[in-house]
C-alpha cells in the first residue's frame, strides 16, 4: 500500500554525508587517527578518508568501524523494530511478521 504523505525529504547522499559525518565526529571525539582507527577496525585508512570526504564505503566496512568505536549495540537496533504510519500499515506488519518469502509485485 503506498504511503499518501511522505515527510522523508532526505536524499540518498545527504543520509550517507550524515553517516560520515557522525563517524567522523565520534572518531574525533575519542581522539583517534585514521590510522589508529584502521588498526582497531581492520578496515585501512584510505577506505576511512574516502567514506569521511566522498562518503562512500561498503556494509561490511561501515560496520566495522562502527563497532570499533563501541556502536555494536546501535548496529544490531537497526531495523529491529517496524515502524509504521497507519494502523492498517501495523496490521499488515502484525499480519506478516512470520513471512520467509516477499511478493513480486511493487506498489504503486
Do not use: C, W
Not at 5 to 33: C, H, M, P, V, W
Not at 66 to 81: F, N, P, Q, V
Request: charged share 30%.
Amino acid at each position: 500500500m503506498p504511503l499518501l504523505y511522505n515527510f522523508n525529504i532526505d536524499t540518498l547522499d545527504e543520509l550517507l554525508a550524515t553517516l560520515a559525518g557522525s563517524l567522523q565526529k565520534r572518531r574525533l571525539e575519542k581522539g583517534l587517527s585514521r590510522e589508529a582507527l584502521s588498526e582497531l577496525s581492520g578496515v585501512p585508512s584510505p577506505t576511512i578518508a574516502k567514506f569521511e570526504q566522498k562518503h562512500t564505503i561498503s556494509l561490511a566496512s561501515y560496520v566495522a568501524l562502527a563497532k570499533a568505536l563501541g556502536y555494536t549495540k546501535a548496529i544490531k537496533e537497526l531495523l529491529s523494530e517496524p515502524l509504521y504510519n497507519t494502523m492498517e500499515e501495523l496490521e499488515i506488519i502484525n499480519k506478516n511478521k512470520n513471512r520467509k518469502k516477499g511478493r513480486n509485485e511493487i506498489s504503486k
